[in-house]
């Protein structure tokens, strides 16, 4: 399982209201540049791969609901971004990662511990857990 990371501006830009989760536009896109916590801040910091065989860019997160309990709030999401391989294939890649295009502002990363190549006819599918992501 992938180990997802924040950076560190999404507590800043969260704080100073430029993010909306429950009416942005959140996406996920891959990447094989190893991502800074603390220096990538907006999409073009961290170098998506190149779209083609497969891989047609960022996908958007369907929201369902939003809501906050006790101080937890929990955005729960109706897809998991899913890509197939078709000709050559796509890749490689190491990380998913999610952004606000709304706001170009990037939130975090999943690492996939090494490199990933998706061959003609496999799919890659980012598991969001529970399709919820969970801010404490």
């Known amino acids: 399982m992938a180990s997802f990371n924040k950076f560190d501006t999404f ?21 094989n540049a190893a991502p800074s916590a603390s220096a990538d801040f907006v999409k073009t910091d961290l170098a998506e791969i190149s779209t083609g065989n497969g891989y047609t860019g960022p996908i958007t ?30 890749g490689p890649f190491q990380y998913a990662v999610l952004w606000n295009s709304t706001a170009d502002a990037l939130i975090g990363w999943w690492n996939y511990g090494s490199s990933v190549s998706c061959l003609a006819g496999e799919t890659f599918t980012v598991d969001i857990t529970d399709n919820m992501l969970t801010l404490v």
């Open 11 to 31: 507590v800043e830009k969260l704080a100073e209201k430029a993010h909306n989760l429950a009416s942005d536009t959140i996406q996920v896109y891959l990447t």
């Open 61 to 90: 997160l369907t929201v369902g609901s939003s809501s906050q309990s006790s101080g937890t709030y929990t955005l729960n999401v109706t897809n998991n971004p899913a890509w197939t391989g078709s000709g050559a294939g796509f």
